[in-house]
């Protein structure tokens, strides 16, 4: 039988700090979003609730500011346990935790509506690392079609807050 290996970046973080809203694994009424590599690019996924209506037939943008959020300092996270030598596909099963990023800057840009009823795909790339600050660039479509982008600037939780 082989072992299921995530390779969701926020499935490793350490529990004391996997409780937020929009991306925490033990928050059981948040999104739960859950990043993931694909090629140089990290890509996230998430299919919006009636609830996450802002007027009938779309998305409320506090819902898309989330999920640039989370997704950007998931990104974030991932290049510095990369860094350090993580693989999330690694056999056997990686390291339980990698490195807490938290968002120093979010800004976000509503290129159009975002309809409600399709799943959304949110992309992110690096556009700049280092051990204690990364940037990333971050799109949501929806259907095939940007509707807003993102710079998150994220930065290195502290050992002690």
């Not at 991932?78 to 390291?95: S, T």
């Not at 339980?96 to 159009?112: C, K, M, N, Q, W």
Request: hydrophobic letters at 35%; proline letters at 8%; charged letters at 25%.
């Amino acid at each position: 039988m082989t072992e299921h290996i995530s390779r969701d970046f926020q499935d490793f973080y350490p529990d004391d700090v996997a409780h937020c809203y929009g991306c925490g694994r033990l928050n059981e009424h948040g999104h739960q979003l859950k990043s993931r590599w694909e090629g140089e690019e990290t890509v996230a996924r998430f299919t919006p609730k009636p609830y996450h209506m802002a007027i009938p037939g779309y998305v409320y943008g506090g819902l898309i500011a989330s999920l640039i959020d989370c997704h950007g300092t998931g990104t974030a996270s991932a290049v510095a346990a990369r860094a350090e030598g993580w693989r999330p596909d690694a056999e056997p099963a990686p390291p339980g935790e990698i490195p807490r990023f938290v968002t120093a800057s979010l800004r976000v840009d509503y290129l159009r509506p975002t309809p409600l009823g399709p799943e959304l795909e949110i992309r992110g790339t690096v556009q700049e690392a280092t051990a204690r600050k990364v940037v990333v660039a971050a799109t949501v479509s929806a259907a095939g079609e940007i509707t807003a982008r993102g710079t998150v600037i994220a930065v290195r939780m502290p050992e002690r807050w």
